[in-house]
């Protein structure tokens, strides 16, 4: 465990209290990073481990050279987790669900299949890119920002905090249009929930529903209030979800402990 917890890791650790624990790992947005997650600390229970994904270019890892591979991030990540000894809950927001999408499929491939896999605000990955942002300009990428939401205004007006996150975005951007789904007929062996935000204007419903033609065709969706970024006003509702979802292991975890006492 300590390469997933070294300081220049892909993988880093918001709490890691009990190695048995299991764990929500959680994957940002494009031009995003780890600390949109630290409000969840606050609202999953203490029994619950939190991990995110540090991506290169960013935070501590903000001297490394941007990542261009989607897929092979998504090795890197389950190369990291592979040897948790908890169960693991994978949470994906928009690009982030993508990543965590590709990190299960790498993950099942390693004999470490993800407890649960809760794709959030993404289009399905055999669906066709509709925008391709990547070759905007800065000041269309600025106006981007402020069409979807989600980006705080004070960022949006400071020019020195722009210039360090705008070649992030576009990167992330870059990557996700390089991006080619590869398919794969164990992916409907994953146990995945869908998640959207009812007033999402960037993904519609057809987009996120069509998740189930390479899940399996049950895989159930779950609807919050909010736009694009729900879940910065959704942390308590995602946070109990994350709960439930890992409730029976983690009791079992407990137990064990218990007898191990």
């Known amino acids: 465990m300590s390469r997933l917890l070294s300081q220049f890791s892909v993988i880093k650790a918001l709490r890691y209290t009990d190695p048995m624990a299991p764990a929500v790992v959680a994957f940002h947005y494009a031009g995003g990073n780890s600390r949109i997650f630290q409000p969840w600390l606050t609202a999953l229970p203490a029994n619950l ?4 994904v540090q991506l290169p270019g960013r935070d501590e890892r903000r001297h490394e050279p941007l990542p261009q591979d989607l897929r092979k991030l998504a090795i890197e990540c389950a190369e990291a987790l592979r040897h948790y000894p908890g169960d693991l809950l994978l949470f994906g927001h928009s690009m982030g669900a993508l990543l965590a999408f590709e990190t299960a499929l790498q993950l099942q491939a390693l004999h470490k299949p993800v407890h649960h896999l809760l794709l959030s605000a993404r289009p399905a990955p055999q669906l066709p890119v509709r925008a391709r942002r990547s070759h905007l300009t800065n000041d269309m990428l600025i106006d981007e920002l402020r069409r979807l939401g989600g980006t705080p205004q004070e960022l949006l007006q400071d020019p020195h905090l722009l210039a360090m996150v705008l070649p992030i975005l576009r990167a992330d951007y870059a990557m996700l249009e390089r991006y080619q789904y590869r398919p794969c007929t164990k992916a409907r062996q994953l146990q ?3 998640l959207a935000g009812r007033q999402d204007r960037l993904v519609s ?5 069509a998740w189930r033609q390479v899940l399996d065709s049950q895989t159930p969706l779950r609807q919050f209030d909010g736009d694009h970024f729900y879940l910065h006003q959704q942390v308590s509702a995602l946070s109990q979800l994350c709960t439930e979802l890992l409730l029976p292991v ?5 137990a064990v402990l218990e007898e191990m006492a």
Do not use: D, H, V
């Not at 481990?49 to 995110?52: I, Q, R, S, W, Y």
């Not at 419903?205 to 529903?209: D, N, Q, Y």
């Not at 983690?250 to 407990?254: G, L, M, P, W």
């Open 49 to 52: 481990n939190l991990l995110t």
């Open 250 to 254: 983690s009791q079992q975890a407990a």
């Open 205 to 209: 419903p057809f987009e996120i529903t």
């Open 192 to 194: 995945a929930t869908l």
